[in-house]
């Protein structure tokens, strides 16, 4: 058992010194600024689903149930079609889209 443990350590103290090779390189630094961190958000959005149900169309986006007129991420959900939204922030439009067109019938 004390060899098993000794092993053990010496081990442990072997592989404590290796480097971790998920780590930045020295002197890297990841500046993000606030107006690229936006754009990455905004870029990110995804719609997942489209339902239409007996009141009216809802979106999926990034797994938030939508309804025109609710907002999101500082978008406001203006149109729901068969296979896009629209979203509207200001003189600014964002259209996403379905990517996979599959129609499912949930009411039977």
Known sequence: ???????????????????????????????????????????????????????????TINGHFLKPGDQYQGYTLTDISTNAVVLSRGDEQRILQLHNKTIKNYDK
């Open 1 to 59: 058992m004390k060899t098993l443990f000794s092993f053990n350590a010496l081990l442990l103290l072997a592989f404590a010194s290796q480097a971790d090779p998920t780590r930045p390189a020295p002197g890297y630094i990841d500046v993000v600024s606030s107006n690229d961190m936006a754009a990455s958000t905004a870029s990110t959005m995804s719609l997942q689903l489209i339902h239409n149900g007996s009141q009216g169309r809802t979106a």
